[in-house]
Structure formats: structure tokens, C-alpha cells
């Protein structure tokens, strides 16, 4: 059930909006900058859903693999820098071997897994791939996002399906011409004994005709409704409240060192015992 749950409104998603998903993807959260900064010259590290890849040129001396559910994704992250290190992987099932990286980053990845049992199970499989002592930076959406436009805020649901609408070059809605762009009334040639029943057709058609325009116009209306709902993707999270993504992290076997809130984000750095 979990698994079809995430194929549904995950993984099929993310491969359905990779392109324009991967263009609002391009500036790195300091934090996350900060701590790759950080590593030891010649570090190497894993990040898991690494999605266009913007964080693995943030240090030019370590050295990141990058891995995503998404082939799309990753399709993106070769056509921005063809020198990435990259593979399609699930996050569940890293190819890696065991006890091998210095570090590993996971920017707004585990709250896509639906129960907290898979939750904590990918953080120990993220902290698994780490030698001793190895650092882990995990990120994951705050249920405390009052501030924001998403405006969560403590006492709502957690699991929630959130939209991406995907972009679409549609044609204009029709116009609704206006008084001024209306046909106006022209008596000239019309014999005074004739303009009664001129005027009278003349308003007759004129009601006719915005009537119609009333009738293009909702009929279009409907129409950009049904193709916006038709290009809206809705993506599985679970808003993680304040002190749960710790409670996970300790849960999966790590040692918490840091933690914080940063862009509407819960993080925690998390070392392996």
C-alpha cells in the first residue's frame, strides 16, 4: 500500500515534471552550502535525491555522487552539467556499498515516504552508506510553515497531497468585448417612419450577440479549468513537526549534532555511531 502510494503520487509525478520542476530548482539554501563547504578536502559523499544536481559543484574540493529516483531528474542534472556524477537509484535501495562515505546530504527527500517506519528506515539506509563517525545533513518540509504561502501551521494534517501545476502555453481566455467596443446604433438612411422597428432589431441582436459572448465565455472558462486541472500533479508529504525528524534520525541509529529550521525545512545532522 505505501509503495503504490509513493509510485503514484511520487515517483510518477517527479518524472511527469522533472523539466519544469528542475527550473525552480537552481538556488542552494545556505545551510546545506555551508555544510558541504565544510567537508574535509577530499571528502567523497552521497546525495540522495539529488534532483537537478544544484548541490554537487557547491565544493569543488570533495568529491559527490549523486543519485535520484527520478530518471527525468536526473536527465535534467546531465543536461546542466554533463560532468555530474550520477546514477538512477531509490533511495531505499542505494546501490552503494556499506561503511564507504565521509557524508551524504538528503535536501527534501525522506518526507516523500508515506509511513513513518519507511521514513526511519531510509534515513538508517542513508546512514548505512557512511563510514564511522560520517555526517548526514537531512532536510524535510516543517509542518510550521505559518509564515509562508503554504501557510501549515501546528494542528493541521502531516500527510498531505500538495499540487504542482505544470506550465502550459494556453490561448487567452476569450475577451468579453466592452461598451465602447460594441457595435453602436446607426440611423443614417433609415426613414424616421422605420427607426421603431430598426431600433428594435438592432437591440435584439445586440442581446443576442452578448448572450453568446456570456456563452464563449464560460464555455472557455471551463475549458482553461479542465486543462489546468488536467496539468496539476499532486505530490505525497509529510510535514514533519518540530523535534520529530531528531526523533527519527536517533530512531534510525544516529547520533543528532545539529539541527535547525531553514526555508520552511526541519534539518538535522546526524552522525553515524
Not at 426613414?191 to 448572450?211: D, Y
Request: aromatic residues 10%; glycine residues 6%; charged residues 30%.
Amino acid at each position: 500500500m505505501a509503495e503504490s502510494k509513493e509510485e503514484q503520487y511520487v515517483h510518477q509525478v517527479y518524472n511527469e515534471i522533472a523539466p519544469h520542476f528542475s527550473q525552480t530548482r537552481y538556488k542552494p539554501w545556505p545551510v546545506v552550502t555551508d555544510f558541504l563547504l565544510k567537508r574535509p578536502l577530499g571528502s567523497i559523499g552521497i546525495d540522495v535525491g539529488c534532483g537537478n544536481g544544484k548541490y554537487l559543484n557547491i565544493n569543488p574540493n570533495i568529491y559527490i555522487l549523486g543519485s535520484d529516483r527520478s530518471s527525468g531528474l536526473i536527465e535534467c542534472a546531465h543536461e546542466l552539467n554533463s560532468h555530474y556524477n550520477l546514477i538512477v537509484a531509490d533511495g531505499m535501495h542505494l546501490p552503494h556499498r556499506d561503511k564507504t562515505f565521509d557524508f551524504a546530504i538528503s535536501i527534501a527527500v525522506v518526507h516523500h515516504w508515506s509511513t513513518r517506519g519507511r521514513r526511519v528506515e531510509a534515513i538508517e539506509h542513508i546512514l548505512s552508506k557512511l563510514r564511522d563517525g560520517g555526517e548526514a545533513l537531512i532536510y524535510c518540509w516543517a509542518l510550521e510553515q505559518a509564515e509562508s504561502r503554504r501557510g501549515y501551521h501546528e494542528g493541521m494534517q502531516q500527510d498531505v497531497l500538495v499540487p504542482w501545476v505544470l506550465q502550459d502555453k494556453q490561448e487567452k481566455p476569450i475577451e468579453r468585448k466592452t461598451k465602447n467596443s460594441q457595435e453602436k446604433l446607426d440611423l443614417n438612411g433609415i426613414e424616421p417612419q422605420q427607426r421603431a422597428a430598426f431600433i428594435a432589431k438592432w437591440k435584439a441582436e445586440q442581446e443576442a450577440k452578448r448572450k453568446q459572448e456570456e456563452i464563449d465565455a464560460e464555455a472557455e472558462r471551463k475549458r482553461l479549468e479542465e486543462e489546468r486541472e488536467k496539468n496539476t500533479k499532486y505530490r505525497y508529504y509529510h510535514l514533519y513537526r518540530k523535534g520529530e525528524l531528531e526523533e527519527d534520525c536517533i530512531n534510525a541509529g544516529g547520533e543528532v549534532i545539529g539541527n535547525g529550521y531553514e526555508k520552511d525545512n526541519w534539518y538535522v545532522i546526524v552522525k553515524k555511531k
